[in-house]
């Protein structure tokens, strides 16, 4: 082996030792969570869910390993031809994408079908974080500085709601308007966001497609149409109930079981465990999503570069979003939009999206990790 092999060799050990292994630990219990739940979905059966979940992850493992070797520097380079490559799948999704559902919202490559909303979620993160990062401070504040990121965000939005994926288009406008405040936006352009975006309800809701209105009818009056557009919350708050303090366990739930849960190996997942696992089941499962927002929030305070911090908050802010919107919609307190649990719900684009999230996030911190030993080393007499 040449010095220069052995050299990178002991980098990449490096990267890896100092890695955030915490957070793959609260990952890990996640997913062994949902590959549990999706057992007990298929009635006591791996296939096909809880198999693909799982192995789906092994890979995932992988492939954030692989990302954590990278230095960051080679990540900021890529960006941009990273957010054009995922601008470019989401134009030929009108054209060649897979209809499902009443929507087109995948495309098929070779038998394999994803979905380009999904890669856009990263695609942002990492346009935005280079963005900022190049950015002076000086010029945050400056309109013409504010309206490049906003159509950074816009852009992809506006494709995304023409799928249409209401869900997809929320999540980027959360995480988009999250990074940008982190990053320094004044409060002023985002009250003046606001005031536009209350302006233009009465358009959108012309624009909306008659299941979206439906559903958004359905969330302001649950009991219109129970047996309709109203059966999906119903039947998940009742699952909710049916759970109680500890659960009817394992494999117990009767909504789930007898199939009166819709969509209960994606959507609606966390009611499915709810049901089995009982308030204290479904509080563990929050408290395991706290620790892991924990630990990216405590990467993203303690990193210096601009680059870095907003990564990390990117990938804090999706998981957040995720997390947040999922449960308050399967609980009433928003409309359905179709969002998956994280690393619970079933979803190979998702679960793939959300680990690659990671591992830039991964990456990014055991940069700034060698650039403080760095420093300390240099500061030494």
Do not use: C
Not at 157 to 164: E, R, V
Not at 315 to 321: D, G, L, Q
Not at 327 to 333: F, N
């Amino acid at each position: 082996m040449t010095e220069l092999a052995r050299r990178r060799d002991e980098t990449l050990a490096e990267r890896l030792i100092h890695m955030n292994w915490l957070v793959l630990v609260s990952v890990s219990l996640l997913v062994a969570i949902g590959t549990a739940t999706l057992y007990s979905v298929e009635g006591g059966s791996f296939e096909p869910w809880a198999e693909r979940h799982g192995v789906r992850f092994l890979l995932g493992f992988g492939v954030i390993l692989a990302m954590v070797a990278m230095p960051m520097w080679l990540w900021r380079a890529a960006a941009l031809p990273i957010y054009l490559l995922a601008l470019g799948l989401l134009l030929l999704v009108p054209v060649l994408g897979v209809e499902a559902l009443g929507a087109k919202r995948w495309l098929d490559v070779f038998g394999l079908q994803f979905q380009p909303t999904e890669v856009m979620k990263v695609a942002i993160v990492l346009m935005l974080a280079r963005y900022y990062d190049a950015l002076p401070p000086s010029r945050i504040a400056d309109p013409v500085a504010v309206f490049v990121p906003v159509v950074i965000i816009a852009v992809p939005l506006a494709f995304t709601l023409s799928q249409p994926d209401l869900g997809s288009a929320a999540l980027y406008a959360a995480v988009g308007l999250g990074l940008m405040f982190l990053a320094g936006v004044p409060i002023l352009y985002f009250a003046g966001g606001a005031m536009v975006a209350a302006f233009a309800i009465p358009f959108v809701w012309a624009g909306l497609h008659d299941y979206q209105r439906r559903r958004i009818e359905t969330f302001l009056d649950p009991g219109a149409d129970p047996l309709g557009a109203g059966y999906h919350i119903a039947q998940s708050k009742i699952a909710l109930g049916a759970g109680g303090i500890s659960g009817k366990g394992f494999m117990q739930g009767t909504q789930s079981q007898l199939d009166f849960l819709p969509e209960k190996h994606t959507d609606f997942i966390f009611t499915t465990f709810a049901e089995e696992w009982g308030f204290w089941g479904a509080l563990g499962l929050l408290v395991l999503y706290a620790i892991l927002l924990t630990l990216l929030a405590i990467m993203a305070m303690r990193a210096r570069s601009m680059f870095a911090r907003l990564v990390i908050a990117g990938a804090w802010s999706t998981i957040f979003v995720y997390v947040f919107i999922n449960i308050a919609m399967v609980s009433g307190l928003v409309p359905v939009v179709g969002v998956p649990l994280p690393f619970v719900s079933y979803g190979g684009t998702s679960m793939v999206t959300l680990l690659a999230a990671l591992g830039l996030a991964l990456a990014a911190d055991v940069d700034e990790g060698q650039n403080r030993r760095m420093l300390r080393r240099a500061s030494r007499p």
